[in-house]
Each structure stands twice: as C-alpha cells, then as structure tokens.
C-alpha cells in the first residue's frame, strides 16, 4: 500500500460528497520517485531480454555453422545456456512489470477520491500525520451512501399476511412527526421472531427520495398502503338510511 504523509484533508464530517470528489491527499513525492525508478527498472529488463534472445539464436546457429570445430556436446551446452539466460531474463523482466504495476497503483492510492456520493461520516486521518494504506485499521475517511436509504421494522403476524414487496409506504419520524416520507416495501422475511409474546416479521422499506436530514438509527413509524382507490365518492355512515 501506498505510505505517505497528509498533506491535505479537504473534507469535514457532515459534508456531502460527489462521486470522484478528492478527499484527501499523500505527499507523492517519494511514491512519484519509485515511479521513476520502477519504469527504469521495466526497460532495463526489456533491454537485457533482446539481449540474451540475440546471444541465444547467435548459439543455435553456431551449432549449424561451427559442426566440425566444436563438439556438438560444447555447442548445445552453450545453446541451453543462452535458453536459460534468455528464460530468466523474461522472468526478471515480469517482476519489473509487476513491480511498476505496483508503484502505479501505490500513486494513485496516494490520492483518496470517493467512490460514490454521500455523506462523510467519519474521519481518522490528520495533515501532517504519516500513514500506510495498506496498515490503516479503519478507513481514512468513511462514507455513508445517502442515495438509497432503507427503514427497518417489524410487522406482526395479524398484518403481515395483507403486505406484500412493492406496496408503497408513508414513513414518519418521531424527530420530525410533521414530515412524511415516500418509500415502498423492498422485503419481508420469510422467518418470524416473538416479540413480547407477538410472532413479528421483519420488513424493511426503501425510501423512494433521499432526505439529507436523515440519520442511521432514527426511529420511524411506517404505514403501509395495503389498497388505494381513486376517484371515489366518501359517504359518512351517519348520512345513510334505510330499512331492511
């Protein structure tokens, strides 16, 4: 992994994020340098390959042009010699690709963009600090997907029978009773759980509008649209009358 000092943290808890945002940055310096010295390396294996396949076809023809001068036993000796000079020349040569492979993508981890938009929800790195991509315990700075934000609850073995995956739903929050939120019905689980001595299923909703107030562990209240019909006249009991 790429190691480095903190250079720059461009971001704060709470702030939201686009999709390949730069978050924060290494001192590249170093990096950049075993770069340089990794793409050297490269070419230093690709030269030393031309080479040893040059000295080993100028072997395989010494062993037609020189028969009669030097045993055939001396000229295939230096035939798999020059093979073996020229096999591990291209051995060398894949490990100095790899190598430089590596120092690319250690550069470019020198540089931390985000994945995806969301929030920024936490932050364990400092300027000024050294770290190690490759050690770090936690991630450098986390992140929380607020595109796609799911409600998670219990409906109880009474109702259950009448929800079904789809149905849309009107979310409410005790933090905010007055604001109501679209989602619908994205599973429910097959498996029932007694709670408090009731067989509850656990469902959960996707909120069908990102709300950027919304935070993990909120308590809500769902309700369900079993059925909707439009267009209908509403008739209180009271104004009906009538014998049978």
Do not use: C, H
Request: aromatic letters at 2%.
């Amino acid at each position: 992994g790429a190691t480095g000092t903190v250079t720059d943290v461009l971001v704060a808890k709470g702030d939201s994020v686009e999709k390949d945002q730069v978050l924060a940055r290494l001192d590249a310096q170093s990096l950049e340098s075993s770069l340089k010295m990794a793409e050297l390396q490269v070419e230093m294996a690709q030269n030393q390959v031309k080479v040893a396949r040059a000295q080993y076809e100028i072997a395989l023809l010494n062993v037609k042009e020189d028969a009669g001068i030097l045993s055939e036993e001396v000229l295939r000796e230096q035939v798999n010699m020059a093979k073996a000079s020229w096999e591990t020349a291209k051995l060398n040569l894949e490990i100095a690709e790899l190598s430089l492979e590596s120092a690319e993508l250690n550069l470019e981890k020198a540089v931390i963009v985000a994945p995806f938009d969301g929030m920024v929800a936490d932050i364990t790195v400092t300027e000024g600090r050294e770290v190690s991509t490759a050690t770090l315990v936690t991630p450098a700075i986390s992140l929380v997907d607020t595109s796609e934000i799911e409600m998670s609850g219990f409906i109880d073995e009474i109702d259950i029978a009448m929800v079904k995956v789809g149905q849309a739903a009107n979310i409410t929050l005790d933090a905010l009773p007055d604001e109501e939120i679209e989602g619908r019905v994205a599973f429910i689980s097959p498996i029932g759980r007694a709670l408090i001595g009731v067989v509850s299923y656990e469902t959960t909703i996707t909120l069908e509008n990102s709300v950027a107030w919304l935070r993990d562990g909120m308590t809500a209240t769902a309700e369900v649209i079993i059925e909707r019909r439009d267009d209908v006249l509403l008739i209180p009991n009271r104004t009906i009358r009538g014998t049978l």
